[in-house]
């Protein structure tokens, strides 16, 4: 691993944040972030919820926005599932759904604080702007979704790197990380992928066998209870795996110059 890109640490510090955002770092390690004790109870409450459904990413192709597959499964109605559509009750749908899936995820996190809460929480108090929950739509948005991966289907999600990277009608952020706490991790596998490339764009277009066309990868093996911060405007993927389940709180974060950090999912 090359240890002038990735920041380890046990704690999140101002620093650490704008190291991201000016790209001197790819990613931000900050180990043992939830407890390991808190980690197992959540997990097997999630393991027991009955809100899971596919999770999709979105791609640009023939210049038009896909939802792909990648064999993931969520808990919580992510904002990209309105992208394609202009019906108001399904939008609605989603901030009702928000509401609903950050008290849920609450529930069963308490009496400790959620993993997206914590984040939210440190963040607001070292990143001098501050940090909040976005508001796209003046709404409120959700943050934490759950993400469910097994053995079975986990290959889909090594074979096509992908991007995050939110439309411009929504904002214009100047970076979008993604933050992953992780849950539980399987034996062999499962590392996060990242690419030190140029930031994508909303509209940028992923050839197929993108990975063949791009650099050398670097390759985090996640730890139970560690967050990973990471610019996910650059291609990222997930190993394959094989043993238990991988299971992450996630939520993106926006950033533009001068004003609070942003979360949503």
């Known amino acids: 691993m090359d240890n002038s890109i990735i920041e380890r640490t046990i704690e999140i510090k101002q620093k650490s944040i704008e190291n ?11 180990e043992n972030f939830y407890a390991a004790d808190l980690c197992d109870s959540l997990y097997i409450k999630l393991q027991k919820d009955k809100n899971s459904e596919i999770y999709t990413h979105e791609t640009i192709e023939d210049n038009k926005l896909v939802l792909q597959n990648y064999g993931v499964n969520r808990i919580g109605l992510p904002f990209n599932s309105t992208y ?11 901030y009702r759904e928000a509401q609903v899936a950050r008290e849920r995820l609450r529930q069963h996190c308490y009496p400790a604080f959620t993993p997206i809460d914590k984040l939210r929480l440190i963040l607001d108090e070292v990143f001098i702007p501050g940090a909040s ?3 796209f739509q ?7 979704i759950a993400r469910i991966s097994s053995e079975s289907l986990s ?23 993604a933050a992953n706490i ?14 030190n490339s140029l930031d994508l764009t909303p509209l940028t277009q992923v050839p197929k066998n993108w990975r063949e066309k791009l650099p050398p990868s670097i390759k985090i093996k996640p730890k139970k209870g ?15 795996f094989k043993g238990k389940e991988r299971i992450t709180i996630q939520v993106f974060i926006g950033y533009k110059e001068g004003m609070p950090l942003m979360l949503w999912n």
């Not at 991201?20 to 900050?30: D, F, K, R, S, W």
């Not at 992780?182 to 992928?193: I, Q, R, V």
Request: glycine share 4%.
């Open 133 to 135: 929950v976005a508001h």
């Open 226 to 240: 560690d967050l990973i911060i990471f610019n996910c405007r650059k291609p990222h993927a997930i190993c394959a």
């Open 182 to 195: 992780y849950l539980n991790t399987p034996e062999d596998g499962g590392e996060l992928e990242l690419w």
């Open 155 to 177: 290959y889909l999600s090594e074979i096509q790197p992908h991007f995050d990277a939110l439309p411009l009608k929504y904002a214009e952020f100047d970076k979008q990380l």
């Open 20 to 30: 991201l955002i000016q790209n001197e770092t790819l990613a931000l390690i900050v």
């Open 84 to 94: 394609n559509t202009s019906d108001a009750e399904l939008i609605n749908a989603y």
């Open 138 to 144: 003046n709404k409120k948005m959700l943050t934490g």
